[in-house]
């Protein structure tokens, strides 16, 4: 529905914050990726550091199951972040809406 005319229009970028949103994720997904596949094959859990015993706290079945977790949930969270991109190309690059009265809240 078209703002009525006499009214203030103020455009809002739409495009934008699904781009924005994408990047984050892509970003956060690609770094806990990167995190999960060191701790598979390079890394140890910090509790080595701290006990007798190599592995005495946290076995190495359990570490791989946690860095296993950590790869998918960055590769799960890249992925929503290009399918925000994918998205994003659908939506209009602004909208126009009517402005608001300074003061007043959306929706009250």
């Given at each position: 529905m078209p703002p009525p005319a006499?009214?203030?229009?103020?455009k809002v970028k739409v495009r934008g914050l699904a781009r924005i949103a994408g990047w984050i994720l892509v970003l956060w997904g690609g770094l806990v990726s990167l995190i999960g596949l060191y701790?598979?094959?390079f890394g140890e859990p910090e509790a080595?550091?701290?006990?007798?015993?190599?592995?005495e706290f946290v076995t190495q079945s359990q570490w791989l199951r946690w860095s296993g977790f950590e790869t998918a949930y960055?590769?799960?969270?890249?992925?929503?972040?290009?399918?925000?991109?994918?998205?994003?190309?659908?939506?209009?690059?602004?909208i126009e809406r009517?402005?608001?009265?300074s003061g007043s809240f959306p929706g009250s």
């Open positions: 006499s009214s203030a229009v103020r701790d598979a094959f080595n550091f701290y006990s007798l015993e190599k592995w960055g590769l799960a969270c890249a992925g929503l972040g290009l399918a925000c991109w994918e998205f994003a190309k659908r939506l209009p690059d602004w009517a402005a608001e009265p």
